[in-house]
């Protein structure tokens, strides 16, 4: 499963970033805000050549050494999500990977449908907390 899970806004800021172990949080940021640039490649590319039907879905950004991936997801919205998956974690496909997407764009629609939630603010919902669990690597 996954190690890091990040909600970017459209303005390139976190809305929400959880990962495993907690020791690695500032070299997951840097990995994730990286990841970033490949994103917005993507979109433009995609933007240009399609028009407006585009997949939400980007696949996978660029893989690394320490962990085997980084798959995008952007919104309509432009709201962007991150996973990194462990490098040690060969048996997850691509449907899969489509369907932790799925679920967490469903929960984070459930957020921003929040009438005391103020759009722009760090996500701080113990729903959406427990699905990102959900997705995580288990520690220890």
Known sequence: ???CIAVIAKENY???????????E???HYTVHTSLDVV???ISAVGKSIGD?????????YPTEDYKTRYGY???TKVKFVIVV???NTSLRDNEIRSMFRKLHNSFTDVMCNPFHIPGDT????????????MMVQAG
């Open 1 to 3: 499963m996954a190690v």
């Open 14 to 24: 976190p809305l929400y970033i959880r990962c495993v172990p907690v020791q690695n």
């Open 26 to 28: 500032l070299k997951f």
């Open 40 to 42: 917005e490649e993507k």
């Open 53 to 61: 039907q585009r997949e939400l879905y980007l696949g996978l950004l």
């Open 74 to 76: 952007v919104t309509n």
């Open 86 to 88: 462990d490098s040690s």
């Open 123 to 134: 996500i701080k919902s113990k729903a959406f907390d427990s699905i990102v669990s959900g």
